[in-house]
């Protein structure tokens, strides 16, 4: 069943806040092998001009998909997320995460198309902090495949 593409626009309430913890952006940046001691160091992301340790710039993907549930999980989409491939991920800074940051998504879907029989879903994560500046934006694209001819069979 194709997605309702009347869903284009339509955006979701903000997410709870998500507090940034030295640590979480620690474990992060080791997970991702990244040794920037920026992401670790207090004294090394001062000595850059930044207030705290800063995350790598892929850190907030785990909020921005946990909001994006809300839209992944809205019945009348009509989304079969056990379709979904992950297509493309995009992120504009306005300045970097760092901790102690309280972080709120606001997800937007802004298209949604057919494709070679495929279902394309793009979707922008608006990040803000608690005094409502803008911190990041994320663009998440999903792709439903579609079914092959023999999935209908028993």
């Known amino acids: 069943m194709p997605l309702d593409q009347s869903f284009a626009g339509r955006s979701y309430p903000p997410t709870e806040p998500y507090e940034v913890g030295r640590e979480k952006i620690r474990e992060f940046a080791e997970a991702i092998g990244d040794p920037n001691p920026a992401y670790t160091d207090p004294e090394a992301a001062r000595a850059l001009g930044h207030e705290d340790v800063i995350a790598p710039p892929t850190f907030v993907f785990a909020i921005t998909f946990q909001a994006a549930g809300q839209v ?11 379709r979904v491939v992950h297509g ?4 504009v800074y306005t300045r970097p995460v760092r901790a102690g940051d309280r972080l ?31 911190v990041v934006t994320a663009y998440t ?9 023999g999935e209908d069979r028993a």
């Open 72 to 82: 992944i999980q809205d019945p009348k989409l009509g989304l079969d997320y056990a």
């Open 88 to 91: 493309d991920q995009r992120f």
């Open 104 to 134: 709120t998504v606001t997800s937007v879907i802004e298209t949604v198309r057919s494709m070679a029989g495929n279902e394309i879903l793009d979707v922008r994560g608006e990040v803000h902090d608690a005094a409502g500046e803008h």
């Open 141 to 149: 694209k999903l792709v439903a495949r579609q079914k092959d001819d």
